[in-house]
């Protein structure tokens, strides 16, 4: 029986797998047809799938395993790509949308893969989205502009007007997260209430070369489904994290990145922490770095970052979450810290242990004139095997400034 399901899928993901990387735009329907006895090839196909959209009797699966797919109870399978799936599904469907008709909806099997694989931030296709909208203020009740406010579900950022005001699109669940450079950051959950008014509490005592160490997040890649053990040894003080850090993180870890934590029983693209970390003066004397101006920003950020080793997804994740942060500034200095170099803010404790660990953390603060400075080297890391790849950040311009005063 195990054969027989890898028989078929073999056949599913390769047809799918061609359909999705052509250029046409048009609907392709697939014939289910058994074709190839390579196990190899199946796991070949598995372990470099483009991670398509699924949607399987009209619920739309942003993760799930192809093996925990019936064969025998599929009654229709259709391929969306290019142009249409983007149009119906939005960015979720950009690597193409795979839809399933089973013959019984109401099977043991099906409620097993909706009970086991749908979480609050897949968009169900008749998930009703909130729109939301808010005041941020101070303790003293003065308005606060310059508020950035990211959606940890939906990868997405907002800024609040001068006045403080802002809305956007959410779903209930989502997880927003309100900061502002000298105020302690504020998390809150959607719940279906359509004003969120917020007040950002002061940092009272912030310590000379006190950093805040924003956004790291961890993306797993075994060459197998895998059980993950996984502790972060930082120095400093962690704020948020999501999925919920206590003592560690213990996930299952898929080869197409999908990680399900087991604390929360949910499904997660990566995990997510911030804290802060003290820093002595001396680590703010840069020695090299690039100075970049803001108009080019984007295409410095996708060399830099891809040469590095980041692949498009995880480097459009870095661009998406740091470009409103760099474009406050006309011109900025970068440095970043990579694999070993990135320990000094955190190391990962890990089992098993990654064969391939890519790690970037970039520093950056605006500048208001050119300065002079030797460009630092960037050397490529090749993976290979199980790989583990993190990003994080901070802007350390208010330590800058502290130091020189």
């Known amino acids: ?53 699924y949607v399987i009797n009209k619920i739309v699966f942003e993760s799930v395993s192809i093996n925990d797919i019936i064969q025998d109870e599929i009654k229709e399978i259709n391929i969306i790509k290019g142009k249409d799936a983007f149009d119906k599904y939005g960015k979720k469907g950009i690597n193409g949308v795979i839809i399933m008709t089973l013959k019984n909806e109401n ?6 893969l909706k009970k086991t694989y749908l979480q609050e931030n897949n968009s169900n296709i008749n998930q009703k989205s909130l729109d939301i909208s808010g005041e941020i203020i101070s303790l003293n009740g003065n308005s606060l502009s310059d508020v950035i406010i990211s959606n940890l579900n939906k990868k997405e950022s907002y800024y609040c007007d001068i006045d403080g005001k802002y809305s956007l699109k959410a779903h209930k669940n989502d997880v927003l997260v309100y900061f502002k450079n000298g105020f302690v950051s504020q998390k809150i959950v959607a719940n279906e209430q359509s004003i969120i008014d917020v007040v950002l509490y002061p940092i009272k005592e912030s310590k000379l070369g006190e950093m805040t160490i924003k956004k790291p997040v961890i993306y797993l890649y075994p060459t197998e489904k895998t059980d993950i053990k996984l502790t972060l040894d930082f120095k400093g003080k962690l704020q948020t994290t999501y999925p919920k850090y ?21 499904f997660y693209n990566s995990l997510f922490w911030d804290g802060m970390l003290d820093f002595p003066k001396e680590h703010y004397n840069y020695q090299t ?71 970037v953390f970039m520093e950056f603060y605006g500048l208001e004139k050119p300065i002079t400075i030797a460009e630092q080297k960037l050397l490529k890391t090749e993976r290979k095997g199980f790989a583990l790849v993190e990003w994080g950040g901070s802007e350390v311009s208010l330590s800058i400034n502290q130091f020189k005063n």
């Not at 046409?24 to 006895?37: F, P």
């Not at 099977?107 to 097993?112: D, I, K």
């Not at 560690?248 to 029983?265: C, H, L, M, R």
Request: with cysteine; hydrophobic share 35%.
């Open 1 to 53: 029986m195990k054969i027989l399901k890898l028989l078929f899928w073999n056949s599913i993901l390769l047809i799918c797998t061609q359909s999705i990387g052509q250029n046409s735009n048009k609907i392709d329907s697939v014939t289910i047809i058994k074709k190839s006895d390579s196990q190899k090839l199946f796991e070949e196909l598995y372990q470099n799938e483009k991670n398509p959209l």
């Open 246 to 266: 206590v003592d560690n993180w213990e996930v299952t870890a898929y080869p197409n990145g999908q990680i399900f934590d087991k604390k929360s029983q949910r």
């Open 289 to 359: 770095g690039f100075v970049i101006p803001k108009n080019k920003l984007t295409s410095f950020l996708i060399e830099k970052l891809e040469l590095i080793g980041l692949n498009y997804s995880e480097t459009n994740d870095f661009i998406q979450y740091w470009l409103p942060f760099l474009e406050k500034n006309e011109l900025n200095f970068i440095h970043f810290y990579v694999n070993s170099e990135y320990e000094i803010i955190s190391k990962n404790r890990i089992d098993p242990k990654p064969e391939t660990s890519i790690r």
């Open 107 to 112: 099977s043991l099997a099906f409620e097993q």
